[in-house]
């Protein structure tokens, strides 16, 4: 089955930038989601087809996604970003949805 | 206001079947580019995608729980149940139902119901 790869957490200090990867076999190939979860709540859609934005969501949030690695982008992380993110794709060869692993962001 | 609500038991006893509802708002079962999927969350672990149905009643299971698992629609009542055969302790997780583009990403997402299987 089709496994995507993220690393546990990522820390960033206030006004940095975090990069949140996400690896899987030619993921390049396939439109990618990224989700972001605050303790206690439901996800929420922050990036959609690798890099679209839903209305509400920040500019500071966008995606590219090319060969084996897709990564989210946080420009001028706030305190409110502390959260974790979650990417996902669909593996159309077996007709399933396949979540990343998680990774926790830290603002420092 | 797009919205849906799990609702079902908080607690299930192991070898039972447990059985959820979510209830849609704000859009259409019917709607040829909406799906409903279920995925659940362990605590503090991570998401895990179980299963999607569409308007055109369209399925699709998680493959290593499809043995133990079926959705179905009501259109008429705006309700997506899902149904888990032979809980066990380690099915205990949060349950969330979410709209599904046909383009496959999840939004928006239910409050999620958190289920706890113990005997």
């Known amino acids: 089955s089709y496994v995507l790869t993220q690393p546990p957490s990522v820390s960033v200090a206030p006004g940095k930038t975090a990069r949140i990867t996400c690896g899987g076999n030619?993921?390049?190939?396939?439109?990618v989601h990224w989700y972001q979860q605050k303790p206690g709540q439901a996800p929420v859609l922050v990036i959609y087809y690798d890099s679209d934005r839903p209305s509400g969501i920040p500019e500071r949030f966008s995606g590219s996604n090319s060969g084996n690695t897709a990564t989210l982008t946080i420009s001028r992380v706030e305190a409110g970003d502390e959260a974790d993110y979650y990417c996902?794709?669909?593996?159309?060869?077996?007709?399933?949805?396949?979540f990343g692993t998680g990774t926790k962001v830290t603002v420092l | 206001q797009v919205t849906l609500k799990e609702s079902g038991p908080v607690l299930v006893k192991p070898t039972e079947t447990l059985t959820l509802t979510c209830t849609v708002s704000?859009?259409?079962?019917?709607?040829?580019?909406?799906?409903v999927s279920w995925i659940r969350q362990p605590p503090g672990k991570a998401l895990e995608w179980l299963a999607h149905?569409?308007?055109?009643?369209?399925?699709s299971y998680s493959t290593s729980l499809k043995s133990r698992l079926t959705i179905s629609k009501d259109t008429s009542k705006s309700q997506v149940v899902l149904t888990m055969t032979n809980m066990d302790p380690v099915d205990t997780a949060t349950y969330y139902c979410?709209?599904?583009?046909?383009?496959?990403?999840?939004?928006?997402w239910g409050q999620g119901t958190l289920v706890t299987v113990s005997s």
């Open positions: 996902q794709v669909w593996d159309s060869s077996s007709d399933i949805e396949v």
């Open positions: 030619n993921i390049g190939s396939k439109s």
């Open positions: 979410a709209r599904m583009e046909v383009s496959r990403w999840f939004d928006p």
């Open positions: 149905i569409f308007s055109n009643d369209e399925k």
């Open positions: 704000g859009f259409s079962l019917s709607n040829a580019r909406m799906g």
